[in-house]
C-alpha cells in the first residue's frame, strides 16, 4: 500500500451516512446487440466518425453485463453501502414503447438482489442517457409524447423492481441531456437548436414531475428524486460585461432547473434572454415538474468561471487542473451547497458524482493516483464544511467506480478508482480505492460511541 493513503479527513459523519460508489448503465455494460437489447441514441451518436475522440463506442465497455456478479464483490470489497447505476432503457424496452424485454428486466433484478444479498443499498436511475433511438426517430425529447412514453418505463421498472430498491432517479443531468445533446451536438443525439434544447430541458423536468406522480399512485415508497449537475458561476474579472455573463449562465445551469423544480417558475432573466427559443409550456406542467421529491442528487465536479467574451480558459486560473482540464476547486462544493440552502427549499441531499479523471498508468505496482486520493479527500472535506453549515447532506458517491466509456471522449480519460484494462478485462485497484475503503473502515470506527471520547481532541481538516 502506498503512503498515499493516509487518512487527512478524521471528521466522524453520522452513522447512518450513505457511502457509495456510481456508474450508468452505456458506459460500463457492453453487450450493446445481446439479449434483445435495441439500440440507444448513444449507440447511433458513436457511429459517426469524429463524434468520439478515439473512434471507440459502447459495444464492449466492461463487460459488466456479463461481470456483473464480479463488480458486485468489488463494490463489497470497497465497504460501501449503497451502489449507483442506471438502468439502459433500450434494454428493457428496445423500441422506448411497446414490448418489454424480458431477459434485460431479468438482468437488473439479479442485480439488485446481488447487492442487497451483499448489504448494498442499490440507488437506481432511470435515464442515464442512452434513450432508446426508436424514441428519438420520432423527435426524442423534443416530442411530447417522448414524456410519457418515460412515465410508462418509470411504472414498468418499478412494477418489476418495486419497494427493495433504495431509492430511485429519474433523470441523470438534464442540463447535459439538453444543452450538450441538443444544443452544442457534442453529445448523443448531436442535434444543433437551442430551441429544440430548450423544449428537451422542459420536456425532461416534466416527465420527472408525471413519473413521481405515477409511481406514488402505484405504492412506490422509496425515496424518489432527480439529479441535476451543478457548479458556482462566477465572472473570470469584475467587469460589469463578465458579471452579467455569469448571472445569466447561473441562469442556465442552476436556476432554470432548481426554480421550477422548488417554485413552479423558469427564471424570467433566462426566459427574456432565450426569446423565442423558450419552450411551449402547457396550463399545469410547471405544478407538475414542482411535485415534492424526497431527495436532490448533486453531481459536482468543478466551479465554472465565465467571461463575456469567451477567453477565460481554467489553464490561466493557476489552479491544479485534472485530465479533463477542469480546475479542482473543491470549496466550490462548499460554496454551492450553501447557497442551494440559502436559496431554495432543498430536501434531503446527495452527491451522487464526485470525481477526477487522472492519467493513471498500470504499473508493476499498482495504480498510484495519489492527485484522485487528494481530489476525494478534499471533496468529503468540503462536503463536512456544508454539513457544519447545516445543509443536509445525506450521502456521498464517488465517481467512479470503474474506469470506463467516457462519452465524447471514449476510452482516453479515466474517472474510475479501479483500473480497468480493455482489452483483458482485468480490474485492479488503484490506491483510490485502498484509500476509499481505509476511510470509509475508520468512519466505521469513528461512528461507534465509545471512540466518540477518542475523537473529541482530533485536528479535523476543513471543518470548524
Known sequence: MSSNNTLSYEHPFPADFIWGVATSSFQIEGAAQKDGKGPSIWDTFCETPGNITDGSNGLIACEHYDRYQQDIDLIASLGVNAYRFSISWPRVQPLGSGAFNEAGLAFYERLVDGLLAKGITPFVTLNHWDLPQALQDQGGWENRDTVHRFVDYALAIFARLGNKVGAYTTHNEPWVIAILGNESGIFAPGIKSRATAMQVSHHLLLSHGLALQAMRDKGCTQPLGIVLNLSPTVPATDSAEDVAKARLEDGRL??????????????????????????????????????????????????????????????????????????????????????????????????????????????????????????????????????????????????????????????????????????????????????????????????????VCATESTTVTGVV
Open 254 to 451: 442552476l436556476r432554470w432547473y432548481m426554480d421550477p423544480l422548488f417554485n413552479k417558475s423558469y427564471p424570467q432573466d433566462v426566459l427574456d434572454a432565450l426569446g423565442e427559443d423558450a419552450p411551449h409550456i402547457l396550463p399545469g406542467d410547471l405544478d407538475a415538474i414542482a411535485t415534492p421529491m424526497d431527495y436532490l442528487g448533486v453531481n459536482y465536479y468543478t466551479r465554472s468561471v465565465v467571461s463575456a467574451d469567451g477567453s477565460w480558459s481554467p489553464k490561466k486560473s493557476g489552479l491544479p487542473l485534472n485530465d479533463m482540464d477542469w480546475e479542482i476547486y473543491p470549496q466550490g462544493l462548499t460554496q454551492l451547497l450553501v447557497r442551494m440552502k440559502r436559496d431554495y427549499a432543498i430536501p434531503p441531499v446527495y452527491i451522487t458524482e464526485n470525481g477526477g479523471a487522472f492519467p493513471d498508468p498500470l504499473t508493476a505496482t499498482g495504480v498510484h493516483d495519489h492527485d484522485r486520493v487528494q481530489y476525494i479527500d478534499q471533496h468529503i472535506a468540503a462536503l463536512g464544511d456544508a454539513m457544519a453549515q447545516g445543509v443536509p447532506v445525506h450521502g456521498y458517491m464517488v465517481w467512479s467506480l470503474l474506469d470506463n466509456f467516457e462519452w465524447s471522449s471514449g476510452y482516453a480519460k479515466r474517472f474510475g478508482i479501479i483500473h480497468v484494462d480493455y482489452d483483458t478485462q482485468q480490474r485492479t485497484y488503484k490506491d483510490s480505492a485502498h484509500w476509499y475503503k481505509n476511510f470509509l473502515a475508520h468512519q466505521k470506527q469513528l461512528s461507534k460511541p465509545e471512540s
